[in-house]
C-alpha cells in the first residue's frame, strides 16, 4: 500500500526579475474560457476540485506581499490574471 494520500500541489512559481527602471506591459485578462485555462494552465477536463486547489497556490505563489517593493507591480497584475482565470472557470465572471 502506498504512503502516498491523494493529490498534493505545491506550485514553487520562478521568481520574476524585474528592475525598477523597467516597464511592465498590461497583461490581458481572460475573457474565455479558454483564455482562462491557458491562464491556469489546465484543460478543460481538470476536475474542478484540482482547479480549485491549483488556484489557491497560485495565488499565494503570486501574492504581492511575497515579492520585493520591485516585483509588486508585476505580482499584482498576475494575481488579478488568476482570479479573474478562476471567476470565469468557476462561473462568477461570464465570459464573452
Known sequence: MS????????YDAPRPRVR???TIKP????RSL??????LNVNSATPK????????CLRQAWHPDHGSPGERP????????INAAW???NG?????
Open 3 to 10: 504512503a502516498w494520500k491523494g493529490l498534493h500541489y505545491r
Open 20 to 22: 525598477l527602471d523597467e
Open 27 to 30: 497583461e490581458f485578462l481572460p
Open 34 to 39: 479558454s483564455d482562462a485555462h491557458r491562464v
Open 49 to 56: 476540485h484540482v482547479v480549485e486547489k491549483l488556484v489557491l
Open 74 to 81: 508585476l505580482r499584482t497584475m498576475k494575481l488579478q490574471q
Open 87 to 89: 471567476d470565469i472557470a
Open 92 to 96: 462568477k465572471r461570464p465570459a464573452e
